[in-house]
C-alpha cells in the first residue's frame, strides 16, 4: 500500500463512479484489517504509528469513496475539474428557479405531510442529479460539467438538511 495513491487504487477499485456500495464496505473492512494498530504492537511505537496513519488514510479514503457525491467530487477533482463550491456558485436559471420554489415551500410548510412531499421532491431531484453525475463521468468524461453538477447536488444535500431542521422545529 502507498499513502500517496488516490482512493481507487488504495481500495482496489476501477476509477469511475458507479460503484457497489457492498464491495467498497467489503475492501474497508479488509484493509483496516491489515492496517489496525494492534497487529503491530510488537513491533513498536513507530510501527503503530504507521499503522494509525495508514487507518487515517483508509477511513479518509471510505468517507469519499461510498458517498456518491463525494465521490462524484473526487472524480472531477482528480481529471483535473475542481469543484470550488466556495468560488463558483453559478447555477441555471431553471435550476435557482427549483430553489426558490422550494425554499417557499418549506417555509410555508405546516404539516409532516407537506414536509414528506417537499422531501420526495428533494430525494427525486437528487437521485436525478446523481445519475447525470453518473452519465457525466462514466460514459462522456466530461469532468467539468459533472462538476457543476456536483455543485448542483450540494445545495440539494443542504436543502434537504434544511427539511430536517424544519421538521424538528415543528416537532415531527
Known sequence: MNLQSDDFALFGLPRRFAQERSAIDARWKELQREAHPDKFAAQGAAAQRVAMQWSVRINEAYQRLKDPMRRAAYLCELHGAPIQAEDN???????????????????DAQTAAELDGLDDGVQQAQSQ????????????????A???????????ARFAD???????QLGQ
Do not use: H, N
Open 146 to 156: 459533472a462538476a457543476k453538477q456536483v455543485r448542483a447536488l450540494m445545495f440539494i
Open 162 to 168: 434544511d427539511i430536517e431542521r424544519r421538521r424538528d
Open 89 to 107: 456558485t453559478a447555477m441555471p436559471a431553471a435550476f435557482l428557479m427549483q430553489q426558490m420554489e422550494w425554499r417557499e415551500s418549506l417555509d
Open 129 to 144: 442529479a446523481l445519475a447525470l453525475c453518473g452519465q457525466l463521468i462514466d460514459q462522456q468524461c466530461d469532468y467539468a
